[in-house]
């Protein structure tokens, strides 16, 4: 083929092409080679003997947190005074802080990919006690802050549970910046009208959900509904409370006994009068309750403000909150914690240490619950200007008390284990099976986990 | 003096080893996870040992099971809703073309992760769009066993559909007037003549739609993870939503590595066997031409 007119050939054509392509595939071989994996940005000041002041060291921290949570939030609010005065916090550090922030289980799949990877792209991350503290323990993904703390920043003034789920070994691997338990929260109004008492048990709280459920205008309860973990998660409190256990000493998996079958049969029975609806979370519970669907929960203690917010729900001031009731054999004590932690891969551990450190200081604490963030020292309980504004608290640290720091099993597959039973429980509320055959093909699937972990000997 | 000049075949090797260098590296690194032990130190050679864990795998093939029936009714309903819509913007009846082929096209570019939580939304029981509209406000649409999936197949169609419809389009609006003038005078009718004429004529097209579809299909995860965490119980869980739990939930790389490679040899293995299909009908076609 000849285009007379242009010179142009089907060879030519197929040359610029062949040209043309080589250049699109190779340059994003050249991009890669261009950028290297993230230096640390410290620069030096020039050396002694120059007539003018050396420039500030500089310092640029990479922190990835948990998208829209109010401790998350509360930490981006108070970093931005913290880089202001950063240079007199760290003693002659410029600092800037970079956030990015995702769902948690995107944030593990981020600091798992950095870490395999071996880039050190991190230098705070966040650090769930629930789903990423038994991987990131066990597998030194996350350093231990020992050898950081000081006496006069007292983490010994934080309570008892927060500093219990943050160590293992002895070793503290995160600095909470958020701890949560269940708590019941109910429609006060809707109870004080009907002459219902507050649940204090179980088999009471279920009469209740019956009693209030109206199909389908409201319903007695709400519950989370996520397969992949979340009703696993909450299972476990319904299973300690009924006497059962995970596994036992051995590490055998210990879901098959009468204790065990007792509480799945009580989690489906009060799910029948929960709002329906697949895959919900906190969020969902939140909306539940907040636009008059639901008129109980157990959810996690830190949706308080957001029952309370005017701009996001109907029915501020009428929430009622209490200890979520009890099974035959004590508590349902829920507890899981939000840490800031240090990848042991960051480049920049002593800066990001003193943030860390900042942040979480006796001093500045109040100030830190006042703008959303959780209460951690013993302190923010009694504090009058915090109770003015969560009256709330001084029952979530009645709550804290009974909190058992090993609620999910701090071991390295601790997520993949109650993520089988979520998965189990979810089938048998969607009516695929019983639920204690549920349990019993979760107790094999636990069984092996375990095993494959090395754990049964 | 007569010049040589290298073959065409050589002027385009350079750009396709440098395409597919990075590919055969990512997949060479992949295998090699899959032959390791990773929660051990040093990561020690173990031979095929995952690969024996994946074939025993019980819930990995059921996995595997809801991906293929998920496939099966999503590529196939798009396949005849973008024909459908395609049918409609070859049209030349239809007025403001233009304006329709690329509204017709958005679903396709809303992310999966997006286009999953919007759903969720809109399928929520008690306050979601789709309850309402259809009457049936209470249904659980992602919750119940038997709606589950055909729930998620709906939301994988919106998708798709566009993705037919663009490349049908482009097809029918490139096909040769002539055929179809003497058909119409032969006195074919409109369903003959699209069974007959305008179907064998869109073959090359739809073959190549098809295969891109099933690739996308294989590879599905961000939608269902948005719309069901692969709930209830297991109901929804596809294998690429397996493949995740296992990589970054259960931090199980060298298991998750092995799955993988078991799901590229699937990929691999339907693909070939689409394009025979296709050849093959293709042959007879023109056996039967001539």
């Known amino acids: 083929m000849r285009d007379a007119a242009h010179g142009i050939t089907r060879r030519s054509l197929l040359k610029r092409g062949a040209i043309g392509a080589t250049v699109l595939a190779a340059a994003p071989l050249v991009a890669a080679c261009a950028s290297g994996p993230a230096a640390p940005t410290d620069t030096s000041a020039r050396g002694a003997g120059s007539a003018t002041p050396a420039p500030p060291k500089e310092a640029t921290l990479r922190a990835i947190g948990l998208q829209g949570h109010p401790s998350w939030l509360a930490t981006k609010e108070l970093a931005k005074q913290f880089q202001q005065d950063s240079l007199r916090i760290t003693g002659g550090t410029s600092v800037t802080i970079e956030f990015s922030e995702f769902g948690g289980p995107e944030i593990i799949q981020k600091i798992n990919a950095d870490f395999e990877a071996?880039?050190?792209?991190?230098?705070?991350?966040?650090?769930?006690?629930?789903?990423?503290?038994?991987?990131?323990?066990?597998?030194?993904?996350?350093?231990?802050?020992?050898?950081?703390?000081?006496?006069?920043?007292?983490?010994?003034?934080?309570?008892?549970?927060?500093?219990?789920?943050?160590?293992?070994?002895?070793?503290?691997?995160?600095?909470?910046?958020?701890?949560?338990?269940?708590?019941?929260?109910?429609r006060k109004d809707v109870f004080d009208a009907d002459g219902i008492a507050v649940p204090r048990t179980v088999d009471e709280m279920i009469a209740v959900a019956r009693r209030l459920t109206r199909t389908p205008e409201r319903y007695g309860f709400t519950a989370r509904t996520a397969a992949a973990s979340s009703m696993g998660f909450d299972f476990?409190?319904?299973?300690?409370?009924?006497?059962?256990?995970?596994?036992?000493?051995?590490?055998?998996?210990?879901?098959?006994?009468p204790e065990a079958f007792t509480a799945v049969g009580k989690v489906l029975e009060i799910m029948k009068f929960a709002a329906p609806g697949?895959?919900?979370?906190?969020?969902?519970?939140?909306?539940?309750?907040?636009?008059?669907?639901?008129?109980?929960?157990n959810d996690v203690s830190i949706i308080t403000p957001l029952l309370e917010d005017a701009r996001v729900s109907k029915f501020?001031?009428?929430?009622?909150?209490?200890?979520?009731?009890?099974?035959?054999?004590?508590?349902?004590?829920?507890?899981?914690?939000?840490?800031?932690?240090?990848?042991?891969?960051?480049?920049?551990?002593?800066?990001?240490?003193?943030?860390?450190?900042?942040?979480?200081?006796?001093?500045?604490?109040?100030?830190?619950?006042?703008?959303?963030?959780?209460?951690?020292?013993?302190?923010?309980?009694?504090?009058?200007?915090?109770?003015?504004?969560?009256?709330?608290?001084?029952?979530?640290?009645?709550?804290?008390?009974?909190?058992?720091?090993?609620?999910?099993?701090?071991?390295?597959?601790?997520?993949?284990?109650?993520?089988?039973?979520?998965?189990?429980?979810?089938?048998?509320?969607?009516?695929?099976?019983?639920?204690?055959?549920?349990?019993?093909?979760?107790?094999?699937?636990?069984?092996?986990?375990?095993?494959?972990?090395?754990?049964?000997? | 003096m007569r010049v040589r000049r290298p073959p065409t075949w050589a002027i385009y090797l350079l750009?396709?080893?440098?395409?597919?260098?990075?590919?055969?590296?990512?997949?060479?690194?992949?295998?090699?996870?899959?032959?390791?032990?990773?929660?051990?130190?040093?990561?020690?050679?173990?031979?095929?040992?995952?690969?024996?864990?994946?074939?025993?795998?019980?819930?990995?093939?059921?996995?595997?099971?809801?991906?293929?029936?998920?496939?099966?009714?999503?590529?196939?309903?798009?396949?005849?809703?973008g024909l459908g819509i395609a049918l409609l913007l070859a049209s030349e009846r239809l007025r403001w073309r233009t304006l329709f082929r690329s509204v017709i096209f958005l679903p396709y570019l809303v992310?999966?992760?997006?286009?999953?939580?919007?759903?969720?939304?809109?399928?929520?029981?008690?306050?979601?769009?789709?309850?309402?509209?259809?009457?049936?406000?209470?249904?659980?649409?992602?919750?119940?066993?038997?709606?589950s999936l055909p729930a998620v197949v709906g939301v994988a169609v919106w998708q798709w559909a566009p993705f037919y419809a663009v490349i049908l389009t482009a097809g029918l609006l490139a096909l040769p007037r002539e055929p179809f003038e003497a058909a119409q005078i032969d006195g074919a009718d409109a369903l003959r003549t699209f069974r007959h004429l305008t179907l064998p004529m869109l073959r090359p097209m739809i073959q190549v739609a098809v295969l891109l579809n099933v690739i996308d299909v294989l590879r599905t995860f961000a939608l269902v993870f948005a719309l069901t965490e692969g709930g209830p119980g297991r109901i929804t869980e596809v294998i690429g939503m397996h493949i995740y739990l296992t990589a970054f939930r259960f931090f199980r790389m060298d298991d998750a590595a092995a799955q993988t490679i078991l799901l590229i040899a699937l990929t691999a293995t339907i693909t070939l066997a689409l394009r025979r299909l296709g050849e093959g009908h293709g042959g007879r076609s023109r056996a039967a031409a001539a």
């Open chain 1, 118 to 186: 071996k880039r050190g792209e991190y230098d705070i991350t966040y650090i769930n006690s629930a789903q990423s503290f038994g991987q990131w323990s066990e597998g030194s993904v996350v350093t231990a802050l020992n050898s950081y703390m000081s006496s006069a920043w007292d983490f010994n003034d934080f309570i008892p549970i927060v500093r219990q789920i943050s160590e293992k070994n002895g070793k503290t691997y995160g600095i909470p910046i958020m701890i949560e338990n269940r708590m019941l929260v109910y």
């Open chain 1, 236 to 257: 476990l409190g319904w299973l300690y409370s009924y006497g059962g256990r995970i596994f036992d000493e051995r590490y055998k998996a210990t879901l098959t006994t």
């Open chain 1, 278 to 297: 697949a895959n919900k979370s906190y969020g969902e519970i939140t909306k539940d309750l907040q636009n008059g669907t639901a008129m109980m929960a």
């Open chain 1, 316 to 457: 501020i001031g009428k929430f009622g909150y209490d200890v979520a009731p009890a099974g035959p054999k004590g508590p349902r004590p829920m507890v899981s914690g939000h840490m800031l932690g240090i990848p042991e891969l960051s480049r920049n551990k002593e800066t990001a240490w003193k943030f860390i450190e900042w942040i979480t200081a006796k001093e500045r604490s109040k100030d830190w619950v006042l703008l959303g963030g959780a209460p951690l020292r013993e302190g923010h309980f009694t504090n009058p200007e915090i109770l003015a504004k969560y009256p709330q608290y001084t029952l979530i640290r009645k709550i804290l008390g009974e909190a058992n720091p090993d609620y999910v099993p701090r071991i390295r597959p601790s997520l993949e284990v109650y993520a089988s039973i979520s998965r189990e429980l979810s089938a048998a509320h969607a009516g695929q099976k019983s639920g204690e055959d549920a349990l019993r093909a979760a107790n094999t699937q636990v069984d092996e986990i375990l095993k494959r972990g090395g754990y049964q000997k």
């Open chain 2, 15 to 81: 750009p396709v080893l440098l395409w597919s260098i990075p590919a055969m590296l990512s997949l060479a690194r992949v295998v090699d996870m899959s032959l390791r032990d990773w929660q051990l130190p040093g990561r020690p050679f173990i031979g095929p040992q995952h690969y024996e864990r994946v074939f025993n795998d019980t819930v990995l093939w059921a996995s595997l099971r809801t991906t293929l029936a998920f496939g099966v009714a999503s590529a196939g309903l798009s396949f005849l809703v």
């Open chain 2, 111 to 147: 992310s999966p992760i997006a286009a999953g939580v919007t759903w969720k939304l809109m399928y929520a029981p008690g306050d979601g769009i789709v309850g309402y509209l259809l009457g049936l406000p209470s249904v659980d649409w992602l919750g119940d066993l038997g709606l």
